[in-house]
């Protein structure tokens, strides 16, 4: 089992920079799928980007491409969304989730992962 924990969140202007992080429990991490997803009220939860246990494979949704970054460091536990050129429409709480898995897959859907963090709000305001 793995406990993850967010951070980095907070309040920018459009156009600014925020760099989330994910912390992660457990001796395992480094087996794990990392996924961010995102959920404003009314809405279904969003994937935004997703990270293979290796590194070497990153997927992103179309409308963060080119302005988000994902990565990982196993050895401190921990995976990163760094978010450049934020739009007032990125307002969500952003959660991280890991899904294990031996392969370079990684899902797109919420029901693909099996834990989540408690999530931390990002705000842009225009």
């Known amino acids: 089992q793995v406990q993850l924990v967010e951070s980095g969140g907070g309040l920018v202007q459009a156009g600014a920079s925020l760099r989330l992080s994910c912390a992660a429990s457990g001796r395992t991490f480094s087996r794990y799928t990392m996924g961010w997803f995102r959920q404003t009220p009314g809405k279904e939860r969003e994937f935004v980007a997703g990270i293979s246990w290796s590194g070497r494979s990153t997927l992103y949704a179309d409308s963060v491409k080119g302005r988000f970054t994902i990565s990982r460091d196993n050895a401190k536990n921990t995976v990163y969304l760094q978010m450049n050129s934020l739009k007032p429409e990125d307002t969500a709480v952003f959660c991280c989730?890991?899904?294990?898995?031996?392969?370079?897959?990684?899902?797109?859907?919420?029901?693909?992962?099996?834990?989540w963090g408690q999530g931390t709000q990002v705000t842009v305001s225009s």
């Open positions: 989730a890991a899904d294990l898995r031996v392969d370079e897959g990684i899902p797109r859907a919420v029901a693909g992962y099996d834990y």
